[in-house]
């Protein structure tokens, strides 16, 4: 098959994106949520590592485990967080002995976030300044380069003018690199023109990996799309799957995120939907007890009236970025039967979403598209009636974006009932040139 490709990421909503980014240009995709599962017969295969918040020791020993288990001749792209959140320097060091040299290139463009003379900027400010990195990493290394070298890589820094120049003269430097023995490079970006740069010169080559965000994947999935023999211009498929049980989308925003507050708001004047709030400090004083709890009995009778329930964390001043992991398992817990229920659910933050489908027992995804770029929807397998699902990581989109989510959803499930039009999954496009 084409275009044979491991995509490791280390949270839900990342994976997600990086998959999508590449079955919008026609490769078949897929996502595991469990690297032990089978290896699915698709051109791109994404393994959440869920590692986001291990320790180096562990997040490494788990990357090198997926890799050793889907990975052999696939090329592999290290998917890593655009604000260098978790242990992803462990994780490169991890794969490097049997991968080669890694490419690193974090910046994510779209999204103001580029790598500047070896500093993060998101929005211009250095991410040591944000208010993210200090709430969470405060007196931490927040410069690739030197997060690298802390996990004991050889590496170097490569400057925008070598990814403004001659392709050759990239290539040659790539090459140079590598014959001395350099582990890693970590490549100055400003702009989506240095990602293609950096994906043109590298794509063909052997003895590396790449690491970095979405902005470095939709780069490579054009040449991803290249390799694929031409269809003669664009075409879709048709899905064929069984409707989903019922009609009703469920969107759950584990997000504390300023932007969560303003797509909540958004959806309560939707036509349609329902909000229902919990404080962080009340859902985890019930997390013993969550059957009885008013607040799932709520959501579920929003259901039975057609409704499209939403529940959100409200705002709490007592909440502790650290308990994310807490908040997420504790409302899977809450939402388990109203999950079951639902034809589709709007999944928003990555330990949200994995805590959510874990729950109900789902271990891949298979990827249909996006409502907008990093929104994807997918649709679970494995199920007598698969539901269709939204991720999109938190602090991430406009006041509409989860709203536009759920719309897309119940389309598709109007589809998939015979109520409308039908679902398109994967597009096949002419990819003359990359």
Known sequence: MPCELLILADDLSGAADCAAGFARVGSSSAVLLDAQSATEPVAVLTVDTDSRRDDGQAAGAKVLAAWQRHGQGRRVFKKIDSTLRGSWPAEVAA???????????????????????????????????????????????SRPLSMLHAAGLRCLPVPTALLSGPPADLAAAIGQARADGVQALVFDTLDAAHLDALAAATWSQPGLFWVGSAGLSRALAQYAAAERPSQGGRRAVEAATPAPAGSGVLTVIGSLSPIATEQIACLEAAPGTRVHRLSAATLLARAPAMADCPHAAAVRRTLVEGLDPVLCIAADDSADPADGPLLARALAELLADCLQQAAGVVLTGGETARAMLARIGVDRLEILGESEPGVVISQTTGEARPRFVATKAGAFGDAASLDRARLDIKSRIAASHGGGPAIRMFFHTDTTTP
Do not use: I, K, N, S
């Open 95 to 141: 794969l490097q002995p049997v991968l080669g040299m890694a490419l690193v290139a974090p910046a994510f463009p779209e999204l103001g976030r580029v790598l500047q003379d070896g500093v993060l900027r998101v929005r211009g400010v250095p991410l040591a300044d944000t208010a993210t990195w200090r709430l969470e990493h405060a007196g931490r290394e």
